[in-house]
């Protein structure tokens, strides 16, 4: 099999021509499923970073012609449109929109079962065009049909909505959903089933008794197991506890409707839960982290399972700024089909890429000026942060010290600073350190201006990515998986001041891609202190990046440069997806 999906796989990314969308679902030897997947800004089929990397994910297949299907939901809530409330910080309210109106419905049905209700599913499909012409297509499931039970209508509106039997009644849809999805499409060349996360676990419940019937057998045997660990992949994001969805079994049994699950050996359940991260781990002949610090946390927790790491990617034609996309364009012919391309950028000139980033700041301070009515001064060092707000990303570290940030920019050079981010709608103290950040902005004044961007969505993270000067980011280690907005800040020559961890700790070079907040605590290993961190980060502010913005330009535009060079032409979707397919799809 492995041979075969590698010849498949490497002629079609050879091949000058490409299938016609039509036929790209039928064409596919890999269904990569996810939860979400970012597939245009304003189809809020996605919350933050899994779903973005998803769909450049999706995006970098298309570009290489890569035989691949995605599959998610529908999500006809979406996740939530944020509202900014000066005391509780952050509210919210849903954010509909209408699939019939974006998207094509296909005529395929499929049925699941839910606490022993039959619920019909329908798909539509949104084709991603590549560089070259080619396509991939997404599946995007709907439970929303008259034949439904009231309830069961909703399954498929709200992402991460609802109630732990609410959440498993999506995984259903998802993972078992999806595969027979396919299965009634006639996709008969899949070959690997991908779990981005452990939402989609529960399709290898169902390829597994795809194999049982297959052998005309009523249960499942080792060499079934076997067979499927060979079919299935799976990425895990995050080594934070509440990233793993786990369901009580009496729950389990109930909702999925599969007695087996209380008999099944250790690896399928895990200490009386029905844990779909170590599901898909028993049944996986492949797992990765996203990146090579998180891949090392991920096998040190989960010590019984060989734990791989492929760092993530950005797709660079998706976040590279219009005038960088210019730039890239006028100096590094085939860059769209070939994103390793960027590490020309050091042919570059440096007036160009002054040029090129002066649109695009002036492009986030026009924005800034229309949504919050604040001008900004486009000749003052601008700070960027935006992230999911929640606890261990620190949001409120730059904030720390409201004196020594108002002598910075008194003593050394003026600095402004754009926030973004939501909260979950459940996570409290997010909430909580969105109204703290609004609140000690108020406090600094015109000393230090800064905004709070509402409703942070993909479009707001482009312009924020590559409009600022400085991508701050400052998360608790060990528990920065990956992130990629500083990737995405790098492609557009803005260079990262960030804690050592996750992505980062490949990407810095110290003075040439960015500056490290805390180097030499975490080289020591004892983990993370706030108050070091801040000042720290304080420090390389003032002692280094504010003198060399000010003082020394060329030198700030030579760094800028770098990292698009170093940066930008390594950590994309492109160079990722090269990598799950030499090691994880063959």
Same mark, same amino acid.
């Given at each position: 099999?492995?041979?075969?999906?590698?010849?498949?796989?490497?002629?079609?990314?050879?091949?000058?021509?490409?299938?016609?969308?039509?036929?790209?679902?039928?064409?596919?030897?890999?269904?990569?499923?996810?939860?979400?997947?970012?597939?245009?800004?304003?189809?809020?089929?996605?919350?933050?970073?899994?779903?973005?990397?998803?769909?450049?994910?999706?995006?970098?297949?298309?570009?290489?012609?890569?035989?691949?299907?995605?599959?998610?939901?529908?999500?006809?809530?979406?996740?939530?449109?944020?509202?900014?409330?000066?005391?509780?910080?952050?509210?919210?309210?849903?954010?509909?929109?209408?699939?019939?109106?974006?998207?094509?419905?296909?005529?395929?049905?499929?049925? !699941? $079962?839910? %606490? #022993?209700? /039959? &619920?019909?599913?329908?798909?539509?499909?949104?084709? =991603? +065009?590549?560089?070259?012409?080619?396509?991939?297509?997404?599946?995007?499931?709907?439970?929303?049909?008259?034949?439904?039970?009231?309830?069961?209508?909703?399954?498929?509106?709200?992402?991460?909505?609802?109630?732990?039997?609410?959440?498993?009644?999506?995984?259903?849809?998802?993972?078992?959903?999806?595969?027979?999805?396919?299965?009634?499409?006639?996709?008969?060349?899949?070959?690997?089933?991908?779990?981005?996360?452990?939402?989609?676990?529960?399709?290898?419940?169902?390829?597994?008794?795809?194999? !049982? $019937?297959? %052998? #005309?057998? /009523? &249960?499942?045997?080792?060499?079934?197991?076997?067979? =499927? +660990?060979?079919?299935?992949?799976?990425?895990?994001?995050?080594?934070?506890?509440?990233?793993?969805?786990?369901?009580?079994?009496?729950?389990?049994?109930?909702?999925?409707?599969?007695?087996?699950?209380?008999?099944?050996?250790?690896?399928?359940?895990?200490?009386?839960?029905?844990?779909?991260?170590?599901?898909?781990?028993?049944?996986?002949?492949?797992?990765?982290?996203?990146?090579?610090?998180?891949?090392?946390?991920?096998?040190?927790?989960?010590?019984?399972?060989?734990?791989?790491?492929?760092?993530?990617?950005?797709?660079?034609?998706?976040?590279?700024?219009?005038?960088?996309?210019?730039?890239?364009?006028?100096?590094?012919?085939?860059?769209?089909?070939?994103?390793?391309?960027?590490?020309?950028?050091?042919?570059?000139?440096?007036?160009?890429?002054?040029?090129?980033?002066?649109?695009?700041?002036?492009?986030?301070?026009?924005?800034?000026?229309?949504?919050?009515?604040?001008?900004?001064?486009?000749?003052?060092?601008?700070?960027?942060?935006?992230?999911?707000?929640?606890?261990?990303?620190?949001?409120?570290?730059?904030?720390?010290?409201?004196?020594?940030?108002?002598?910075?920019?008194?003593?050394?050079?003026?600095?402004?600073?754009?926030?973004?981010?939501?909260?979950?709608?459940?996570?409290?103290?997010?909430?909580?350190?969105?109204?703290?950040?609004?609140?000690?902005?108020?406090?600094?004044?015109?000393?230090?201006?800064?905004?709070?961007?509402?409703?942070?969505?993909?479009?707001?993270?482009?312009?924020?990515?590559?409009?600022?000067?400085?991508?701050?980011?400052?998360?608790?280690?060990?528990?920065?998986?990956?992130?990629?907005?500083?990737?995405?800040?790098?492609?557009?020559?803005?260079?990262?001041?960030?804690?050592?961890?996750?992505?980062?700790?490949?990407?810095?070079?110290?003075?040439?891609?960015?500056?490290?907040?805390?180097?030499?605590?975490?080289?020591?290993?004892?983990?993370?202190?706030?108050?070091?961190?801040?000042?720290?980060?304080?420090?390389?502010?003032?002692?280094?990046?504010?003198?060399?913005?000010?003082?020394?330009?060329?030198?700030?535009?030579?760094?800028?440069?770098?990292?698009?060079?170093?940066?930008?032409?390594?950590?994309?979707?492109?160079?990722?997806?090269?990598?799950?397919?030499?090691?994880?799809?063959?």
């Amino acid at each position: 099999m492995g041979s075969e999906l590698a010849r498949s796989v490497l002629r079609t990314a050879a091949v000058p021509s490409y299938p016609p969308a039509a036929n790209s679902v039928l064409d596919a030897k890999v269904a990569y499923f996810s939860m979400e997947i970012h597939i245009e800004d304003d189809i809020p089929t996605y919350s933050g970073g899994l779903g973005v990397l998803a769909g450049d994910t999706i995006r970098a297949a298309a570009d290489l012609g890569i035989p691949l299907v995605g599959v998610t939901l529908v999500h006809r809530l979406g996740y939530v449109r944020q509202r900014l409330d000066p005391e509780r910080g952050q509210t919210e309210e849903p954010e509909p929109w209408s699939p019939e109106t974006r998207l094509t419905e296909l005529d395929v049905r499929t049925r !699941v $079962e839910v %606490r #022993g209700r /039959s &619920v019909e599913l329908r798909g539509f499909r949104y084709d =991603v +065009r590549g560089a070259k012409g080619g396509s991939v297509s997404v599946l995007l499931l709907d439970a929303d049909l008259p034949s439904n039970d009231p309830a069961d209508r909703q399954l498929t509106d709200r992402l991460y909505g609802g109630d732990a039997e609410y959440r498993l009644a999506q995984e259903i849809i998802l993972g078992i959903g999806g595969v027979r999805f396919l299965r009634a499409l006639g996709c008969a060349s899949l070959e690997r089933f991908h779990m981005n996360e452990g939402h989609a676990a529960l399709l290898s419940l169902e390829l597994l008794d795809e194999h !049982v $019937e297959r %052998r #005309g057998a /009523s &249960v499942a045997d080792a060499t079934d197991v076997d067979a =499927v +660990r060979r079919q299935c992949v799976f990425t895990t994001h995050t080594p934070v506890a509440a990233g793993h969805d786990q369901f009580p079994l009496d729950l389990a049994l109930a909702v999925v409707g599969r007695p087996e699950l209380g008999r099944m050996p250790a690896g399928f359940t895990h200490e009386g839960m029905l844990n779909m991260t170590y599901l898909a781990l028993h049944l996986s002949h492949y797992v990765n982290g996203v990146a090579k610090r998180h891949g090392e946390v991920s096998q040190h927790l989960l010590g019984e399972y060989r734990i791989e790491a492929i760092t993530n990617g950005v797709h660079v034609a998706t976040w590279a700024a219009p005038p960088f996309l210019a730039l890239y364009d006028r100096f590094l012919g085939g860059w769209r089909a070939d994103n390793f391309s960027l590490r020309y950028a050091l042919k570059i000139p440096l007036e160009e890429i002054a040029a090129a980033h002066h649109a695009a700041k002036s492009a986030l301070l026009e924005r800034v000026a229309l949504v919050t009515g604040i001008h900004l001064d486009p000749a003052v060092l601008t700070l960027g942060f935006g992230r999911r707000v929640t606890a261990y990303k620190r949001p409120a570290l730059l904030l720390s010290d409201l004196d020594r940030l108002r002598r910075i920019a008194a003593n050394v050079g003026r600095l402004q600073i754009v926030y973004g981010g939501k909260a979950h709608p459940h996570d409290d103290e997010g909430k909580r350190l969105i109204a703290e950040i609004t609140h000690r902005a108020a406090d600094l004044g015109d000393a230090v201006r800064i905004v709070y961007l509402e409703d942070y969505g993909a479009s707001t993270a482009r312009t924020m990515v590559s409009g600022v000067d400085l991508w701050v980011n400052t998360p608790r280690p060990p528990l920065e998986a990956s992130g990629t907005s500083g990737m995405k800040a790098a492609i557009n020559g803005v260079p990262s001041l960030s804690v050592l961890d996750g992505w980062w700790l490949e990407g810095h070079v110290e003075g040439a891609t960015g500056w490290a907040i805390g180097r030499d605590g975490y080289e020591r290993g004892d983990g993370a202190d706030d108050r070091r961190d801040a000042d720290d980060l304080y420090g390389e502010l003032e002692r280094v990046i504010v003198p060399i913005f000010y003082e020394r330009p060329d030198d700030y535009l030579t760094v800028m440069r770098n990292t698009i060079a170093l940066t930008g032409s390594f950590f994309n979707t492109h160079r990722m997806l090269e990598q799950y397919i030499a090691h994880a799809y063959l």
